[in-house]
Nanobody
Framework: QVQLVESGGGLVQAGESLRLSCAAS????????MGWFRQAPGKEREFVAV????????YYSDPVKGRFTISRDNAKNNVYLQMNSLKPEDTAVYYC??????????????????WGQGTQVTVSS
């Protein structure tokens, strides 16, 4: 079992930045893939970013590419999402997810085995 706890959400104005953190209850070096997803009110959960176990491979959704950066620190069992140039359409609950049974950098929520409780990000215009 892996427990994931997100933090760092909040209310910011458009153009500002936030850094989300996800703390894992066990060594992230044993977790193949870590990802960030988000869900806005009335919408389905959508993929944001994913990172490989070593951190050497990453992949982003088109809406956040060039503005968001995913990273991981396996020594601290943490995964991060640096969000720059935030837009009102980035407003959502952001979830950290872990995939422990495959190396594939999946963008599909159902491929992930563990989820955090989510952290709210609100961007005002």
């Amino acid at each position: 079992q892996v427990q994931l706890v997100e933090s760092g959400g909040g209310l910011v104005q458009a153009g500002e930045s936030l850094r989300l953190s996800c703390a894992a209850s066990r060594r992230t070096s044993s977790i193949y893939v870590m990802g960030w997803f988000r869900q806005a009110p009335g919408k389905e959960r959508e993929f944001v970013a994913v990172i490989s176990r070593s951190g050497g491979s990453t992949y982003y959704s088109d809406p956040v590419k060039g503005r968001f950066t995913i990273s991981r620190d396996n020594a601290k069992n943490n995964v991060y999402l640096q969000m720059n140039s935030l837009k009102p359409e980035d407003t959502a609950v952001y979830y950290c997810a872990a995939r422990s049974l495959s190396w594939v950098l999946s963008t599909t929520p159902s491929d992930y085995d563990y989820w955090g409780q989510g952290t709210q990000v609100t961007v005002s215009s």
